[in-house]
């Protein structure tokens, strides 16, 4: 029930027709893409889908048409027609400056950006021997940084938030012709009434977004955020235990006496902000090792259908506090309850295990 940007593999969406599983690079978000500042990248969309689509390149530098006269611009209200369904179209950009951006359909985007078609494209500097991780599935740990990254830290995540408006999502299960399903979304449905009810880093909500999405680190280091809001609504990523260095407002390196240092960050539809978390314990950027939670602070984001818990909620977690399993080592609670479907269709107490007897209520 999303829409989605996904690297070429061969097969479909799914993995063959009987299975309803998904092609495991076809997911929300899309890819975040890393290219090379430089370099003269050539980005071929091929349109798979019953419905027409673009990319438009969000502070991106890149021109506005091709050297052939083509449409670059990714936006078929002045740049070119959209790309319909079984067609391709090449995108054409020489990135002169580094920084987190961001790519997103720009048909309909009120519907298609919210449900799915957005992601993050990181300019990388221009470093010799500069072996970049050309896709982040999924995003969260960039497994390979560039070089550049690696001069000062010492990991480097990838963080986008989104919002779910089920109303929006669920278009697609009620109809089978697509004619139908682009009248009802495209019409039928008022998105100044939309609401999301999901809220997912990553992705994922939690408490799926350990699987993932956990930030691990080791003391006395840095490392880097790159945080993205792919939703329509503001979002404010709190740290605990730490407080984090603004480095770049929408991917610009910010002057010295910009690089604000808090533990709330308020980011607005499709910016982003590169943090940088400083692990040193010294009661400013940082209290110690432990798992601090890392959540949105709009307390209604970090629940599920309005259940808490839910939402994009993650955590910091030292080396030391992580589990062989690759999940925290949790002091001595059982988050089992916040595992099933009856609790978050509101039939399981919320503190059953501290309190079996019910004598608050609950």
Request: charged share 20%.
């Amino acid at each position: 029930r999303i829409l989605g940007f996904a690297p070429k593999t061969r097969g479909m969406a799914t993995k063959n027709f009987e299975s309803l599983e998904a092609n495991r690079l076809l997911r929300m978000p899309s890819p975040t893409i890393r290219v090379e500042q430089g370099d003269r990248i050539k980005l071929t969309l091929e349109n798979t889908h019953y419905m027409p689509h673009t990319i438009h390149l969000h502070g991106v530098d890149h021109p506005f048409a091709t050297a052939e006269g083509k449409g670059n611009d990714g936006v078929p209200q002045t740049s070119e027609k959209m790309i319909m369904p079984g067609q391709s179209r090449t995108y054409e950009f020489t990135p002169r400056s580094a920084g987190s951006r961001v790519y997103h359909c720009h048909v309909q985007p009120p519907t298609h950006v919210m449900m799915g078609l957005f992601g993050m494209i990181v300019i990388e500097e221009n470093k010799p021997n500069n072996w970049v991780q050309s896709f982040n599935i999924g995003s969260g740990h960039v497994r390979h940084p560039s070089v550049g990254v690696r001069e000062e830290y010492d990991r480097e995540y990838d963080m986008i938030y989104q919002g779910v408006d089920p109303d929006l999502h669920n278009i697609i299960q009620k109809y089978n012709d697509p004619r139908l399903i682009a009248e009802a979304m495209n019409r039928g449905h008022d998105v100044t009434l939309g609401k999301s009810r999901y809220f997912t880093l990553n992705g994922k909500s939690f408490p799926y977004t350990l699987e993932e999405s956990l930030i691990v680190v080791k003391p006395n280091k840095n490392v880097k955020l790159r945080v993205i809001n792919g939703s329509d609504d503001a979002i404010a990523p709190h740290t605990h235990g730490h407080t984090a260095t603004i480095t770049h407002y929408d991917g610009i390196k910010a002057p010295p006496g910009a690089q604000i240092t808090r533990d709330v960050f308020s980011i607005d539809s499709a910016q982003r902000l590169d943090l940088r978390l400083n692990t040193t314990n010294d009661g400013l950027h940082n209290y110690g090792e432990g798992i601090w939670p890392l959540h949105d602070h709009r307390e209604k984001q970090i629940a599920s259908a309005g259940m808490f818990p839910g939402g994009g909620i993650t955590a910091i977690v030292y080396e030391k506090y992580m589990a062989e399993s690759g999940l925290p080592k949790l002091q001595g609670v059982d988050v089992s309850p916040y595992l099933t479907k009856e609790y978050y269709a509101g039939q399981t107490p919320v503190w059953i295990k501290e309190d079996p007897l019910g004598l608050f209520g609950q």
